[in-house]
């Protein structure tokens, strides 16, 4: 099972339809965590779940959103309202608050990967204006028996392998 997570598109549309259409044969889920700065209904935004971020004026968006695919349990939240950018400690009380195993989130335009306390942390980075990396990322998590992996992917589809990040949930 492979889910895409993108974040941070502050407006692209064109980057946004493309990656869901790069991957509509092989993931089950999208992932948007926040400032996409498209309306909730834009058709660029369809079949994402996505929440706000700190850019997303639109009421519809909810704060963070809770799914569980394939079983695996994942919580997306822009990260704004937990200071992503100093620490994840108010994420990972979240996280195990609402008993997640993956987390998803951007805001910090930082691509990073982190297993703490058994759970995979992912910020795919900013699409549009990525921080410390010469390369606006997207990421693709897959899991297969009880194996969470997630790749980390620049806008023309090349790996970033030095991202790599992998965890067991068995």
């Known amino acids: 099972m492979k889910i895409l997570i993108t974040s941070d598109s502050h407006g692209l549309t064109k980057e946004v339809a493309m990656l869901k259409q790069r991957h509509e044969d092989d993931v089950i889920a999208r992932i948007h965590c926040g400032d996409s700065e498209l309306p909730f209904e834009a058709p660029e935004m369809d079949g994402y ?44 009380e979240l996280a195990a608050k609402k008993d997640a195993k993956v987390v998803c989130y951007g805001h910090s335009h930082v691509a990073r990967a982190d297993v703490m306390d058994g759970r995979l942390y992912i910020n795919p ?25 997630v790749r980390f992917y620049t806008l023309d589809g090349n790996e970033v392998p030095e991202l790599e990040k992998s965890v067991s949930f068995k």
């Open 125 to 149: 980075v900013s699409i549009r204006l990525p921080k410390q990396s010469p390369h606006p990322t997207y990421a693709i998590l897959t899991y297969e028996d009880g194996i969470a992996t």
């Open 49 to 92: 779940y996505r929440v706000a971020g700190n850019c997303d004026y639109d009421r519809a968006y909810p704060d963070i959103e809770e799914l569980s695919v394939a079983e695996l349990p994942i919580l997306i939240t822009h990260g704004h309202l937990y200071g992503v950018k100093s620490s994840l400690g108010p994420l990972e």
